[in-house]
């Protein structure tokens, strides 16, 4: 709990496990105000991690314990996340009347009638939302549904550091819960946040700071990471790490890495293609980029031009406090990587 004369809170770190590294970020709140203390962010061998599912635990373990090591061992609890690609929301409206235990029990009856799997496979939670607008006797329920292996898959690789994993949330709402950190909205614009990552273009589409389309397209960082290794040789986790310090050759960045926004910005066009012929009545007010390759250079100004949307890499930092050991500079950069993380760890505060 905050205090009300601004006692520091440490929370919980946010640890995001993608398809090509683990980012990491540690949070502290003060009153209302957020401050990142620490971050850090590990590749990953190619394998480890596949279609949003952990392949390889040891080797997503030992780079969650190499970003302890940057971020300092005090840390102890961690928040993951699972890809909404992996999870089945569906929201229901039962009884008030129901007792705490009785609605769980009922909960677990309507799940088994949509859920495609045996309910003794699956990681169930539920949360009431309030009185159904239907009927006031009503009470509506958000249900979320995941297979277990999905869940144990990144607890157990949290479990295997100094780490203990308090919570297993799902990442569509971790950035629904960032949104307010990165610009003030209307209740009644649609606010689009792409996350380009290494395998997977998402798009993630928001009315009154929530989530109402998601879409997942393969898509992503390793067919840029792939061409330079091909032409150049350099090895996958050597082209992430200089693509990040802005360390790459000149000649390469001419040839592959500029060309390469062009079919970003084609792909970000088709995605919110989808989403209007889904019947959406208005058109975005702005589009927020995430994710590593949201940073290349101008590529925002293109997206921009292709899509006729205001388009703005995504900071969640910009208007927070930053700790006395990081350097700016180099958050600032990171920042796009860093949004699932950052909105896992802000969770921690929600307890």
Known sequence: MVSLFGTKTAGWVGVDIGSSSVKLVSLSQQGENYQIDSYAIVSLPPAAVVDGSVEIQTAVSEAIERGLTVCGSRLKHAIVAVPSSAVITKRLEISSAFTELELAEQVEIEADQFIPYALDEVALDFEVVGPSANDPNLNEILLIACRREDVSAREDAVNATPLRCEIVDVDTFAIER???????????????????????????????????????????????????????????????QKMRIGELDKEIMDLLVMPFRQSVCQQVSRALQFFYSSGAQSQLSVLYLAGGVSCIEGLAAMMQDEVGVPARVANPFENMRVGSRLNQNRLMKDAPMLVKACGLAMRSFDR
């Open 178 to 240: 960032l949104l307010p950190l990165l610009a003030p909205f209307d209740a009644e614009q649609l606010v689009g946040l792409v996350d380009i990552g290494a395998a997977t273009l998402t798009l993630n589409v928001f009315r009154d700071g929530k989530i109402i389309y998601n879409r997942e397209q393969a898509f992503g960082g390793n067919e840029l990471a792939h061409a330079i290794h091909q032409q150049y040789g350099l090895e996958f986790v050597e082209i992430e």
